[in-house]
Each structure stands twice: as structure tokens, then as C-alpha cells.
């Protein structure tokens, strides 16, 4: 797939580029994982529209600071600069990890498509091949997300939980050095990047529910470029995707949680015997896994919202927002 490349930062020039050339701008940040999952939507816009179509690099702050998410906001730092690119002009379509964004709406920008989805389970890559049953106790197992680390907890299996940055290859060199016996990370994007034959297990969500929104893409643009928001959904929009993270996300917002708490889900459309079903569950949990609220809702995927809604005030009544409370305290 050839890819022309330019960076933002100069909001005039990228501004004119379109101008002189008619491409469509696609805003990317610039790890390897980014870049290929933008890629991935540019050749499908490039293929259903006839437009040249180009990435646009866009730093963040998530990208240049070591700090931990979760002090810094959370995962809606990837977020921020790729949507300030946007309403400022330089590009014309940010893409975005789903699980990355704000649930709240950003003003004067429309999520115009959420293509099909990779799986969202979790993945492990520990050495000599392990699988997280077979890590002895005492283990260092490596993760960046509270999700992932309270419900590690919640197995009770005596690991030690160590917190990290930074992209897919240096976490995963953290084990392949001996300084962690095993990390956590989303299986879609290790396979977005070719390195699924380095998962040593891939984790059942009965043990590790995935972040609101893993696995899929948001794909944005401006809300007042409607003829091209409507262009982008035809070409990109998943309908049961859409759904299955509406449902999900949807129990986030209504927890009043960010994106770097702990708090998993995992919505599926499936056939039945009358339609479309849409299945949803979903855990809360404190920071050491020792108290977890668990539950499960079902209804259709035109309903995703109130699905969600329901699941997350069953969730309440049982004490959710006090354990999510507990992460931002």
C-alpha cells in the first residue's frame, strides 16, 4: 500500500497540501501500531471514495511523557492533539484507538464510522512460552492499565503486578530481557502489527474482561463536513461493532468512569430466534481485585444505549461508583 506521509505542526501548509492535491488528510499519531491501523482506514477510504488519501503525524501528550496514564487523565491524552488537529483544519479524519476516548461528546466533532472489529480479548506474552496459569507465584507481570491490573489481583495467584509504558516492542522486551516475566496487552494490536506469534495466551474473558471499546477503531471528522461524515460511515461503519461498543461505552459513561479505570466490558450482537440479540457484561472493581462488582444485560442492538444503561444502574445499586471512586481518590 503506497502512503504519502506529513506532519502537523504547521496547520497552513497541511491546510494548502489538501488544497493543491485533493487528498484527504487521515490524522495518526506515530507509533508503529497507529500508523498501521490508520493505514488500514486510509486504503479502505482510498478504495471506496477514489481520493487520494494521506496520514498526517500528530504528536500527543501521552506520546512524549513517561508519566502514568492514569495521572495525566488517562487514556484520552492520545485523544486531545489528534481532535485539536481536526477542528483546527490540519487534517480532516482523526482515527483513534476506541478504547482511548472520552465517552462525553467533543464538541463540533462527529464519530462518523467504527469499522469491524479485531477481537477484544486480552493477550499475554510471558517467557519460555507460560500461559498465566503456569507463572509461579511471585511472577512479575508487567501491564499500564488498572483495568488489567485489579482483576490480575482478583485471581489471587500471587503475582507481582509492575506498571509500564511505552509501545508494543518495549514492553515486550521487558520479558524477552528477563526484567518481567510476562505482560499484558490487547491482542488486536498485536495482530494489527504481525507479532501474534509472540502471545503466549490469549486470555478468556471469564478471567480478564477487556477495556469499553477494545479492539475497535473511531474513526472522526469534523460535524460540519456532514457530506463527508456520511461518505466516511458508508465506506467504514461496522452496524454491530457500533452497537457492541455503544453498549459498553455506555456502561463507562454511566459509572462515571474514565477510560484508565478499572472497569472492563465486552458486549456481542449474536443471531437469535428473533433477530439480533446484543449481550453485554461487565465488572468494576477496587484497586487489589478484593471487591468486584460483576453483571450482565441483554436487549437488541437498536437499544444499545439503554442496554448499557440498564447494565451500569444494576452495577450501581451495587456498589460500583464507590470502587471506581476509590481509583480517583
Avoid: Y
Avoid at 459509572?255 to 428473533?274: F, I, K, R, T
Wanted: some cysteine; glycine content about 10%; overall charge negative.
Amino acid at each position: 500500500m503506497s502512503e504519502e506521509l506529513t506532519r502537523t505542526g504547521a496547520g497552513p501548509s497541511a491546510r494548502g497540501e489538501q488544497a493543491d492535491t485533493g487528498a484527504l488528510r487521515v490524522g495518526t499519531r506515530a507509533s508503529l501500531l497507529a500508523r498501521t491501523q490508520s493505514g488500514t482506514v486510509a486504503a479502505a477510504l482510498r478504495e471506496a471514495l477514489g481520493r487520494e488519501v494521506v496520514l498526517v503525524e500528530v504528536t500527543t501528550e501521552g506520546d512524549v511523557s513517561a508519566a502514568p496514564l492514569a495521572s495525566m487523565g488517562g487514556a484520552g491524552v492520545f485523544v486531545s492533539a489528534l481532535r485539536e488537529a481536526l477542528l483546527r483544519g490540519d487534517v480532516d479524519i482523526a482515527v483513534h484507538s476506541l478504547k482511548d476516548l472520552p465517552t462525553d461528546p467533543a464538541e463540533g466533532v462527529a464519530l462518523a464510522a467504527v469499522p469491524l472489529r479485531e477481537d477484544p480479548r486480552d493477550a499475554l506474552v510471558a517467557r519460555d512460552g507460560l500461559t498465566l496459569g503456569e507463572l509461579p507465584s511471585g511472577s512479575r507481570i508487567g501491564t499500564g492499565s488498572p483495568r488489567r491490573a485489579s482483576q490480575l489481583a482478583a485471581l489471587g495467584m500471587g503475582l507481582e503486578i509492575v506498571d509500564i509504558r511505552g509501545n508494543v516492542d518495549t514492553r515486550i522486551k521487558k520479558v524477552t530481557s528477563g526484567e518481567l516475566d510476562a505482560v499484558v496487552l490487547a491482542r488486536a494490536g498485536l495482530a494489527r502489527i504481525g507479532r501474534l506469534d509472540e502471545v503466549t495466551e490469549v486470555l478468556d474473558p471469564l478471567q480478564m474482561l477487556p477495556a469499553p471499546g477494545q479492539g475497535a477503531l473511531a474513526v472522526e471528522c469534523r460535524s460540519d463536513e456532514a457530506f463527508l461524515v456520511d461518505q466516511v460511515r458508508l465506506a467504514l461503519d461496522d452496524g454491530r461493532t457500533r452497537a457492541a461498543v455503544t453498549a459498553e461505552r455506555t456502561v463507562l459513561n454511566a459509572l462515571e468512569a474514565g477510560c484508565s479505570a478499572p472497569v472492563g466490558a465486552l458486549a456481542e450482537v449474536a443471531e437469535g430466534d428473533d433477530g439480533d440479540e446484543l449481550w453485554v457484561r461487565a465488572v468494576a472493581l477496587s484497586h487489589d481485585g478484593a471487591v468486584a462488582v460483576r453483571r450482565s444485560a441483554t436487549g437488541t442492538p437498536d437499544d444499545a444505549v439503554g442496554v448499557g444503561q440498564r447494565l451500569a444502574a444494576e452495577m450501581l445499586d451495587e456498589g460500583a461508583d464507590t470502587l471506581v471512586k476509590e481509583q480517583v481518590s
